[in-house]
């Protein structure tokens, strides 16, 4: 049976809704035999050539937690953002199980769809191994990116310590992040999460990451142990003169729930560096 697109409530903190000009576009697409969500979001009429920002959450969680980075991106360019495959309650692919590879080739694909080129990648934990395989094998697709808390820390590279890591960091997560985050690992489910962190666990981020080629910016939140400062900043020094690292005052590892203010800063700034390299 096909997965039918659940209701995405876009709204700035504090406000209880956003006006009629906040459109939001939701399909579920078959795509390389899995299924992916995909919500644009566009705040007056499309722009030809317009900005694209596009928006990939982390392991076991989804769109949802994009919400209010979507609402400010949207006055700026068009949004995309994905529930991949197996998240936000999406059916698990059978078959061979995924690696961060093949995620990336459904991502590419769905934007391909949607003619999107040289869009921002704001990309969560999970999300910024795909972001960072974009970067590598798509540069068309994706002309910079803001990588949240990107794993996995090469010093802490078994599944134990990622999840002692996860629990401290969760401790300094807010009430409101830690109810988005338990609805949307309990959709997930245990098996396909635990499919997802093998794969995960196996990706070459540091290999992969020497051959990006465009300006990125590196964001954790200061209680996020599972991206430690040292790994940010050896991450940078993998990117060279095109990166720069940001750690978030106060927030812990999902930093995009409860600031998104400040990742959408650091968006903004990768737009404008883009823009200055292609002018």
Same mark, same amino acid.
């Given at each position: 049976m096909t997965a039918r697109p659940g209701p995405l409530e876009l709204r700035p903190q504090g406000a209880r809704a956003i006006g009629p000009a906040h459109a939001l576009r939701s399909a579920v697409v078959r795509v390389r035999g899995t299924w992916v969500r995909v919500h644009r979001v566009t705040e007056g009429p499309a722009r030809p050539g317009g900005s694209v920002f596009v928006l990939l959450h982390g392991l076991g969680v989804s769109a949802r937690e994009f919400a209010t980075l979507a609402h400010l991106l949207s006055t700026t360019g068009r949004v995309h953002i994905l529930d991949l495959p197996g998240?936000?309650?999406?059916?698990?692919?059978?078959? %061979?199980?995924?690696?961060? #590879?093949?995620?990336? /080739?459904?991502?590419?694909?769905?934007?391909?769809?949607?003619? =999107? $080129?040289?869009?921002?990648?704001?990309?969560?934990?999970?999300?910024?191994q795909v972001a960072t395989e974009l970067l590598v094998t798509r540069p068309d697709l994706v002309a910079g990116a803001v990588l949240i808390s990107p794993v996995v820390d090469t010093a802490a590279h078994r599944v134990l310590i990622q999840a002692v890591r996860l629990v401290g960091s969760s401790l300094?997560?807010?009430?409101? %992040?830690?109810?988005?985050? #338990?609805?949307?690992? /309990?959709?997930?489910?245990?098996?396909?999460?635990?499919?997802? =962190? $093998?794969?995960m666990m196996r990706y070459p981020v540091e290999e992969r990451m020497a051959r990006v080629r465009a300006p990125v910016v590196l964001m954790r939140g200061e209680h996020d142990a599972v991206t430690p400062v040292r790994w940010l900043e050896a991450l940078a020094g993998l990117l060279g003169d095109g990166a720069e690292t940001r750690t978030v005052p106060g927030a812990a590892h999902n930093v995009v729930v409860d600031h998104a203010g400040a990742v959408a800063r650091a968006a903004l700034d990768v737009l404008a560096r883009t823009r200055a390299g292609t002018a």
């Amino acid at each position: 049976m096909t997965a039918r697109p659940g209701p995405l409530e876009l709204r700035p903190q504090g406000a209880r809704a956003i006006g009629p000009a906040h459109a939001l576009r939701s399909a579920v697409v078959r795509v390389r035999g899995t299924w992916v969500r995909v919500h644009r979001v566009t705040e007056g009429p499309a722009r030809p050539g317009g900005s694209v920002f596009v928006l990939l959450h982390g392991l076991g969680v989804s769109a949802r937690e994009f919400a209010t980075l979507a609402h400010l991106l949207s006055t700026t360019g068009r949004v995309h953002i994905l529930d991949l495959p197996g998240h936000g309650g999406l059916p698990r692919p059978r078959g %061979t199980a995924p690696e961060i #590879a093949d995620l990336a /080739a459904v991502v590419a694909e769905v934007l391909d769809g949607a003619d =999107v $080129r040289s869009a921002v990648v704001v990309a969560h934990s999970m999300g910024a191994q795909v972001a960072t395989e974009l970067l590598v094998t798509r540069p068309d697709l994706v002309a910079g990116a803001v990588l949240i808390s990107p794993v996995v820390d090469t010093a802490a590279h078994r599944v134990l310590i990622q999840a002692v890591r996860l629990v401290g960091s969760s401790l300094h997560e807010t009430p409101r %992040t830690i109810a988005i985050t #338990a609805r949307a690992y /309990a959709a997930c489910g245990v098996r396909w999460f635990s499919t997802i =962190v $093998r794969a995960m666990m196996r990706y070459p981020v540091e290999e992969r990451m020497a051959r990006v080629r465009a300006p990125v910016v590196l964001m954790r939140g200061e209680h996020d142990a599972v991206t430690p400062v040292r790994w940010l900043e050896a991450l940078a020094g993998l990117l060279g003169d095109g990166a720069e690292t940001r750690t978030v005052p106060g927030a812990a590892h999902n930093v995009v729930v409860d600031h998104a203010g400040a990742v959408a800063r650091a968006a903004l700034d990768v737009l404008a560096r883009t823009r200055a390299g292609t002018a």
